[in-house]
């Protein structure tokens, strides 16, 4: 990101979307996180986000990664008064073994507040996530789409890739591709710009033979 995203993500105006809006929504799409969970947020930035994850999601721990290291300093600091509930890391989520040492299956939910699209190959950054959730799993995000970053106000003040970005049924259509479950557990606001929606990796089949 550049100084001006950097300045907007960190913003009040930032905080109270993800706040008063995101989160909300997302609730009402997907419910919270079951009890105990652990839970992996990419992108963490500043540690809000956490924060949201752990109050209003109910998720019992956090591990929550960035690629920045001063970002991950900042979500430190904000986040120090939750003591081993919250683990943090500097790293990149197409790599999660070498991020966290994430295992498969290591995690109840996972949550991206709007980093995917930062991500030039997303669809690498979406397999890990479904590698990471276990079976029963759920997957949060929220996200902006080719049609936002094509605008002029994206491309004057901010530094996103160009090549290969989605749509929201793109994105939706990957993650089925993935082997998670989205139906219509998923939305898209302002002429299809912002995608936010729910997808869950399903429980194996019973084997009755």
Request: proline share 6%.
């Amino acid at each position: 990101m550049n100084r001006v995203e950097t300045a907007l993500v960190n913003s009040p105006l930032r905080r109270a979307l993800q706040r008063f809006y995101e989160t909300p929504a997302l609730l009402r799409l997907g419910g919270m996180v079951a009890p105990g969970a652990r839970v992996l947020e990419v992108g963490c930035g500043a540690g809000y986000g956490t924060e949201l994850i752990l109050r209003r999601f109910g998720a019992a721990r956090v591990d929550a990664i960035d690629l920045d290291p001063q970002m991950v300093a900042r979500a430190g600091r904000r986040l120090a008064g939750h003591g081993d509930r919250v683990r943090l890391a500097a790293g990149d989520m197409t790599d999660l073994r070498a991020a966290l040492d994430a295992q498969d299956g290591d995690y109840d939910a996972v949550f991206d507040f709007a980093i995917i699209h930062h991500v030039p190959d997303w669809p690498a950054a979406l397999a890990e996530i479904a590698r990471v959730l276990r079976p029963g799993g759920r997957f949060y995000f929220d996200e902006v789409t080719a049609a936002a970053l094509a605008t002029r106000g994206y491309r004057w003040l901010f530094d996103h890739p160009t090549h290969d970005r989605f749509t929201g049924a793109e994105f939706v259509a990957e993650l089925e591709r993935q082997g998670l479950r989205v139906g219509p557990r998923w939305l898209t606001r302002i002429h299809g710009h912002y995608l936010l929606g729910v997808a869950d990796r399903p429980q194996p089949t019973p084997d009755l033979s």
